[in-house]
């Protein structure tokens, strides 16, 4: 089955830098990669996906890229805010009928 | 308003206990999913549904049970809790469609079994 790795476990940053998170997949199938934000006490959130027919998308400050050929994607912050702050998930599925598998979750920390 | 409802938020209760976490959803969802949460962060799916009177159980064994009799119900029953039942439970809901893998998720329900 499919196993997602992600890295690093925690990060800190300064605010105003970039925050990059990183995720590898096992399974060549997969074509759906959502990214959650899970702030302290709350529900996950969804706050960007890719589909694998698309290598780059990006929302205002956040970013996600994905390498179909060597089976990675990632999610960069830019400008980096206290509010960014949180635990973020990356999850892959190969769609139709198939769970989200995810990974193991990367604490964000951003310093003022 | 559209949402995922879980009740109770924070449940503490004594060891050998029966215990029913609720879950309801107004999204019009035909998925549904129980995911454990610990310290630790991971999300450790459980049980999910895809349908009424469709369950399966997910990539962590638990000695929990559920049940699909609605659409928009999806309850999880501990018989009897025990201590390493301690842990946040988090209800998801997605549907079919062009965005039919996006989960969305309930608040939660924090378990603490004394």
């Known amino acids: 089955g499919e196993n997602v790795e992600q890295h690093p476990s925690t990060l800190s940053v300064q605010e105003g830098d970039s925050a990059v998170i990183k995720c590898t997949y096992s399974?060549?199938?997969?074509?759906?990669f959502p990214w959650y934000k899970q702030e302290l006490g709350k529900r996950p959130q969804l706050i960007i996906d890719?589909?694998?027919?698309?290598g780059e998308k990006k929302d205002q400050r956040i970013a996600v890229t994905l390498n179909k050929t060597a089976k990675h994607f990632s999610l960069h912050i830019t400008e980096t805010q206290p509010e960014d702050s949180a635990v973020y998930f990356c999850?892959?599925?190969?769609?139709?009928?198939?769970?989200?598998?995810f990974g193991a979750g990367t604490i964000l920390r951003v310093k003022s | 308003e559209a949402d995922i409802y879980q009740t109770p938020r924070y449940l503490v209760i004594g060891t050998g206990k029966k215990i029913t976490l609720e879950c309801s959803q107004t999204?019009?969802?035909?998925?549904m999913y129980w995911y454990q949460q610990d310290p630790g962060m991971e999300l450790h799916l459980i049980h999910y549904?895809?349908?009424?009177?469709?369950?399966e159980k997910g990539d962590l064994s638990s000695e929990s049970t559920v049940s699909r009799i609605r659409t928009e119900h999806f309850p999880l029953t501990l018989e009897s809790a025990r201590p390493s039942h301690t842990s946040q439970y988090l209800c998801?809901?997605?549907?079919?469609?062009?965005?039919?893998?996006?989960?969305?998720f309930g608040p939660g329900t924090r378990l603490l079994v004394l």
């Open positions: 549904s895809y349908g009424v009177n469709s369950t």
């Open positions: 999850a892959a599925s190969r769609g139709y009928g198939n769970k989200l598998v």
């Open positions: 999204m019009g969802h035909d998925k």
């Open positions: 890719i589909r694998s027919n698309v």
């Open positions: 998801a809901s997605s549907s079919q469609g062009r965005n039919q893998e996006t989960q969305y």
């Open positions: 399974d060549s199938a997969s074509n759906y």
